[in-house]
């Protein structure tokens, strides 16, 4: 019996040691770390790819809170490490040592003046919040602190520490500390900086920049000594560290581009350490040039501004102002580089581009100019004027809308509402038929971000194509986004873009219109403008004045700006020549450019072109000369304009056979115009020779129309309104005769209304219904047209 005691009393002992042993392991497991070990929010920042800061929006919880960054500054860390845990590198997050002098000091002074704690161990009480100080709570962390060794490399941790440990009022982390206390990237700081800093964390509610500055300076002081005894620093590096002046109060920190560090947010970047692609230089420039500028604008209520510079090559944005910065409270936080403003003219050059490709204008020819009237929709120029007929590449640089409008119609609004889709234009949510012709006016809304990526995606398919391969110059690696973030990936093909969504030569010629534009010398400083930089550009106004729009290209940048009221409201000066142009070619000063390279002869080949059409010339026409344009003019129409006609012996008459002698009938290529084109036309080309009027007794044969309705159109409704006393009022109705001397009679419903010469314009009232409007010339000739008043009766 006394043996088997002493089997089971020796079984108890060994399952006692075994306990003992274990329980250490076990207590060790059971104990998680937290998950994740800080659940804090963070400040937001934005910083260049070299570190420079360039604006920081606080953490939700109010606290200066950087995120990490992924090494400690040399500096720091060593200095961090030779004031709190000179071995840090050398234990498993318990220093035996330290604790062992901790708590003799403690005992022998009877108060805490040391806490032994290692790096390790504080981070574990900062992830734990904190938490009062007890002996299990002690243990607790002590034991964490181990696992957290385990768990995490000594760089990750000391990362932790420097990203989370306080320094004083609501500056947390190092990195925060460095740019709130000496306003410059922690890289950056000397050794007697990063002393003070290393300093701060020990007592950081009673010592800190700004409070107590004695006692931190004699702390500061000391770990520089310790640093110098331990050959850290030379003596000279140490007596310099030691007369440098210790920081005021919290510095204010940078506020470069607000409105970008506001759309990291929008875009889920809340809370992250974002490097963008912004030049901080040229960023810091432009925004003084444009505050400056638009101070002179304010006085006549325009408020706002944004401009965007971005690098063509890349797509990144260098610039990035949103809007300015301002005293009053007129929106300057919204950000306009993103919001949806009506185009104005701004997508004419891609219709340009497009209708060459298509075949349907060369890139001169004459296009019509004359007022048309849709239903609800009756476009006017700029100018409030007309010229009949007018080149496409003067159109497109004078911005006229009825040449575009009426191109527009002919390559169909459907087309061009998803060619613009694919190569950028984000903002077309609704249908064609929402935007109708007035999508190429203003009538569709695009954001400045996206107008400079398709201008910038525009200009890359002709630059490119000096550099790609054959096989790859259409590629659809032309086409990607802007970007503003450093790492995005920036070849990212639009969904559906073909990769010859516009022909290199259709881009060439476009981008060699835009580069016609002339340079006004009425504006300040633009006299001084260096006119050798070519520069192709656009202007665009919205309707109603709200809107004034400038882009331009130098060949290695994109800008653009726009300048109104974010609000929306209407000023009469806010007009794209005259608001954003001189901001523009201010900024381009600013920039380096490139010059801009020939088409390639293989993108082009020979055609002999009307002088006077601009159309491949046909057998009718005289004067031609020679143009190398892009092949798909091939597809184009030859001249229309010229045709052979038959004029009597003293060449004053049109003549046939039917009444004239052939024998003596003169046949001449004449240059014809329809009657409505001719009649504008001639007001601004006084050499326009009309077409002579038949003999009294000849027969006119052709399909050539010498008179013709200009409003309204043939089967239209309208609305005639009444006058203030209720009476019926009138509306004016308006032909054109291609002979400037004949003189027109107007006739209503078979009554004779009265007659016209020159201006024919007639004042015309008439009930409901339907009615037939009858036209005579002097030479007999009838044009009839049928029209209905929709007036109630």
Request: glycine share 8%; charged share 20%; net charge positive.
């Given at each position: 019996?006394?043996?088997?005691?002493?089997?089971?009393?020796?079984?108890?002992?060994?399952?006692?040691?075994?306990?003992?042993?274990?329980?250490?392991?076990?207590?060790?497991?059971?104990?998680?770390?937290?998950?994740?070990?800080?659940?804090?929010?963070?400040?937001?920042?934005?910083?260049?790819?070299?570190?420079?800061?360039?604006?920081?929006?606080?953490?939700?919880?109010?606290?200066?809170?950087?995120?990490?960054?992924?090494?400690?500054?040399?500096?720091?860390?060593?200095?961090?490490?030779?004031?709190?845990?000179?071995?840090?590198?050398?234990?498993?997050?318990?220093?035996?040592?330290?604790?062992?002098?901790?708590?003799?000091?403690?005992?022998k002074t009877g108060t805490i003046k040391r806490g032994g704690s290692t790096i390790s161990m504080q981070v574990i009480r900062m992830?734990?919040?904190?938490?009062?100080?007890?002996?299990?709570?002690?243990?607790?962390?002590?034991?964490?602190?181990?696992?957290?060794?385990?768990?995490?490399?000594?760089?990750?941790?000391?990362?932790?520490?420097?990203?989370?440990?306080?320094?004083?009022?609501?500056?947390?982390?190092?990195?925060?500390?460095?740019?709130?206390?000496?306003?410059?990237?922690?890289?950056?700081?000397?050794?007697?900086?990063?002393?003070?800093?290393?300093?701060?964390?020990?007592?950081?509610?009673?010592?800190?920049?700004?409070?107590?500055?004695?006692?931190?300076?004699?702390?500061?002081?000391?770990?520089?000594?310790?640093?110098?005894?331990?050959?850290?620093?030379?003596?000279?590096?140490?007596?310099?560290?030691?007369?440098?002046?210790?920081?005021?109060?919290?510095?204010?920190?940078?506020?470069?581009?607000?409105?970008?560090?506001?759309?990291?947010?929008?875009?889920?970047?809340?809370?992250?350490?974002?490097?963008?692609?912004?030049?901080?230089?040229?960023?810091?420039?432009?925004?003084?040039?444009?505050?400056?500028?638009?101070?002179?604008?304010?006085?006549?209520?325009?408020?706002?501004?944004?401009?965007?510079?971005?690098?063509?090559?890349?797509?990144?944005?260098?610039?990035?102002?949103?809007?300015?910065?301002?005293?009053?409270?007129?929106?300057?936080?919204?950000?306009?580089?993103?919001?949806?403003?009506?185009?104005?003219?701004?997508?004419?050059?891609?219709?340009?581009?497009?209708?060459?490709?298509?075949?349907?204008?060369?890139?001169?020819?004459?296009?019509?100019?004359?007022?048309?009237?849709?239903?609800?929709?009756?476009?006017?120029?700029?100018?409030?004027?007309?010229?009949?007929?007018?080149?496409?590449?003067?159109?497109?640089?004078?911005?006229?809308?009825?040449?575009?409008?009426?191109?527009?119609?002919?390559?169909?609004?459907?087309?061009?509402?998803?060619?613009?889709?694919?190569?950028?234009?984000?903002?077309?949510?609704?249908?064609?038929?929402?935007?109708?012709?007035?999508?190429?006016?203003?009538?569709?809304?695009?954001?400045?971000?996206?107008?400079?990526?398709?201008?910038?995606?525009?200009?890359?398919?002709?630059?490119?194509?000096?550099?790609?391969?054959?096989?790859?110059?259409?590629?659809?690696?032309?086409?990607?986004?802007?970007?503003?973030?450093?790492?995005?990936?920036?070849?990212?093909?639009?969904?559906?873009?073909?990769?010859?969504?516009?022909?290199?030569?259709?881009?060439?010629?476009?981008?060699?219109?835009l580069k016609g534009l002339v340079r006004p010398q009425a504006f300040a400083g633009w006299e001084k403008f260096d006119s050798s930089?070519?520069?192709?550009?656009?202007?665009?106004?919205?309707?109603?004045?709200?809107?004034?729009?400038?882009?331009?290209?130098?060949?290695?940048?994109?800008?653009?700006?726009?300048?109104?009221?974010?609000?929306?409201?209407?000023?009469?000066?806010?007009?794209?020549?005259?608001?954003?142009?001189?901001?523009?070619?201010?900024?381009?000063?600013?920039?380096?450019?490139?010059?801009?390279?020939?088409?390639?002869?293989?993108?082009?080949?020979?055609?002999?072109?009307?002088?006077?059409?601009?159309?491949?010339?046909?057998?009718?026409?005289?004067?031609?000369?020679?143009?190398?344009?892009?092949?798909?003019?091939?597809?184009?129409?030859?001249?229309?304009?010229?045709?052979?006609?038959?004029?009597?012996?003293?060449?004053?008459?049109?003549?046939?056979?039917?009444?004239?002698?052939?024998?003596?009938?003169?046949?001449?290529?004449?240059?014809?115009?329809?009657?409505?084109?001719?009649?504008?036309?001639?007001?601004?080309?006084?050499?326009?020779?009309?077409?002579?009027?038949?003999?009294?007794?000849?027969?006119?044969?052709?399909?050539?129309?010498?008179?013709?309705?200009?409003?309204?159109?043939?089967?239209?409704?309208?609305?005639?309104?009444?006058?203030?006393?209720?009476?019926?009022?009138?509306?004016?109705?308006?032909?054109?005769?291609?002979?400037?001397?004949?003189?027109?009679?107007?006739?209503?419903?078979?009554?004779?209304?009265?007659?016209?010469?020159?201006?024919?314009?007639?004042?015309?009232?008439?009930?409901?219904?339907?009615?037939?409007?009858?036209?005579?010339?002097?030479?007999?000739?009838?044009?009839?047209?049928?029209?209905?008043?929709?007036?109630e009766e």
């Amino acid at each position: 019996m006394g043996k088997s005691f002493r089997l089971r009393l020796k079984k108890i002992i060994n399952k006692k040691r075994l306990l003992i042993l274990i329980l250490p392991v076990i207590i060790f497991i059971s104990i998680p770390l937290p998950n994740p070990l800080f659940d804090t929010p963070y400040t937001t920042t934005i910083e260049s790819k070299e570190g420079e800061l360039l604006g920081a929006m606080i953490a939700k919880d109010g606290q200066w809170r950087f995120p990490n960054y992924e090494k400690l500054p040399l500096k720091l860390e060593t200095s961090t490490l030779h004031f709190e845990d000179e071995y840090f590198y050398y234990h498993l997050g318990i220093n035996p040592f330290s604790l062992a002098k901790a708590i003799w000091i403690n005992l022998k002074t009877g108060t805490i003046k040391r806490g032994g704690s290692t790096i390790s161990m504080q981070v574990i009480r900062m992830a734990l919040g904190n938490k009062k100080r007890t002996v299990w709570q002690k243990i607790k962390e002590t034991l964490m602190a181990v696992k957290l060794e385990f768990l995490y490399s000594k760089k990750e941790i000391l990362n932790i520490y420097a990203g989370h440990a306080p320094y004083g009022g609501n500056v947390v982390g190092l990195s925060a500390a460095s740019w709130r206390y000496f306003g410059r990237h922690p890289e950056k700081l000397s050794w007697s900086e990063s002393a003070a800093l290393a300093v701060l964390p020990n007592s950081p509610s009673l010592i800190y920049p700004g409070k107590n500055e004695l006692k931190l300076k004699n702390k500061r002081n000391n770990l520089l000594f310790k640093l110098y005894k331990s050959g850290v620093i030379d003596l000279l590096t140490y007596e310099l560290a030691l007369v440098e002046e210790l920081p005021g109060k919290p510095l204010e920190l940078p506020r470069l581009a607000p409105r970008l560090l506001t759309r990291t947010i929008s875009e889920g970047q809340e809370g992250k350490r974002n490097v963008v692609t912004l030049d901080p230089k040229l960023q810091e420039t432009i925004k003084n040039i444009t505050q400056r500028y638009m101070e002179d604008f304010s006085a006549n209520s325009i408020n706002n501004a944004a401009v965007l510079v971005i690098e063509i090559e890349t797509g990144e944005a260098k610039t990035y102002i949103g809007n300015i910065d301002s005293d009053n409270i007129h929106s300057q936080d919204v950000d306009i580089i993103t919001s949806p403003r009506s185009t104005g003219s701004l997508l004419k050059p891609f219709l340009y581009a497009a209708a060459i490709d298509e075949g349907l204008i060369t890139p001169n020819q004459l296009l019509k100019d004359y007022p048309v009237f849709f239903e609800g929709f009756s476009p006017k120029n700029f100018d409030l004027t007309f010229r009949g007929a007018v080149h496409a590449k003067e159109a497109l640089t004078r911005s006229l809308n009825l040449p575009f409008v009426l191109m527009l119609r002919d390559y169909g609004y459907e087309r061009f509402h998803q060619k613009l889709k694919r190569i950028g234009m984000t903002s077309l949510t609704k249908p064609p038929g929402h935007y109708g012709l007035s999508m190429v006016l203003g009538g569709a809304e695009a954001t400045l971000w996206d107008l400079t990526n398709m201008y910038a995606n525009l200009f890359r398919v002709y630059k490119n194509s000096f550099s790609f391969s054959w096989s790859e110059r259409y590629s659809g690696l032309n086409y990607f986004k802007n970007q503003y973030l450093v790492g995005k990936e920036n070849a990212t093909l639009r969904t559906g873009v073909k990769p010859d969504e516009f022909s290199i030569g259709s881009a060439w010629m476009t981008i060699d219109a835009l580069k016609g534009l002339v340079r006004p010398q009425a504006f300040a400083g633009w006299e001084k403008f260096d006119s050798s930089t070519q520069i192709a550009w656009k202007t665009g106004t919205s309707f109603g004045f709200r809107d004034a729009w400038s882009i331009g290209i130098n060949g290695k940048y994109v800008v653009g700006v726009w300048v109104g009221n974010a609000d929306g409201e209407g000023r009469p000066n806010i007009i794209g020549g005259k608001a954003a142009a001189p901001l523009m070619f201010k900024i381009i000063k600013q920039l380096e450019s490139i010059p801009f390279s020939k088409i390639p002869e293989s993108e082009t080949k020979p055609f002999t072109i009307c002088s006077n059409s601009g159309q491949k010339s046909s057998l009718y026409c005289k004067e031609t000369y020679e143009a190398f344009w892009p092949q798909t003019v091939e597809n184009s129409t030859a001249c229309t304009y010229h045709q052979l006609v038959h004029l009597d012996k003293e060449f004053k008459y049109q003549v046939n056979s039917s009444c004239y002698n052939v024998d003596e009938i003169n046949h001449l290529s004449w240059f014809i115009l329809p009657p409505v084109q001719a009649w504008y036309y001639r007001q601004y080309n006084l050499d326009y020779k009309s077409l002579p009027s038949f003999k009294i007794d000849c027969q006119e044969i052709g399909d050539n129309p010498t008179m013709q309705m200009i409003y309204p159109s043939h089967s239209s409704k309208i609305f005639i309104p009444r006058e203030l006393n209720g009476k019926m009022g009138e509306t004016i109705f308006e032909a054109a005769h291609s002979n400037i001397q004949q003189i027109i009679y107007w006739h209503l419903d078979g009554e004779y209304l009265g007659s016209t010469t020159r201006n024919h314009q007639m004042g015309i009232i008439a009930d409901r219904g339907n009615h037939q409007l009858t036209l005579l010339d002097g030479q007999g000739l009838e044009l009839k047209i049928n029209f209905e008043v929709l007036n109630e009766e």
